[in-house]
């Protein structure tokens, strides 16, 4: 199905800063205009709420799991602007970075 084109295009991209619809529409032969509505249809969000949905999921398992600090993390995730990773991150959990680590530490 062409949405799970479009699925692992992303989750094998997502930590390049630059992914963009363009990219991922090039990727599976369509239009960006076809890709954005044929996946917000399936998923029932936006592909750039997926992308940014999918590097904070990764960023919550790097807090827990390594020591690096957020930064590198953010970094690591395809966040190029400090600022928005850490914003996002408070909006997407409700904690900062070290308060979620913290809290989830030794589960």
Known sequence: MFVYSVLEYINNNYKNPNLSVEMIAEAVGKSVNYTRAMFKKSMGISISEYIRKKRY?????????????AYKIGKMTGFESVNYFYTGFKKYTGMTCNQYREKNKNK
């Not at 999921?57 to 600090?69: F, K, M, N, S």
């Open 57 to 69: 999921e990764e960023v919550c398992r790097l807090l827990i799991e390594t020591d690096h600090d």
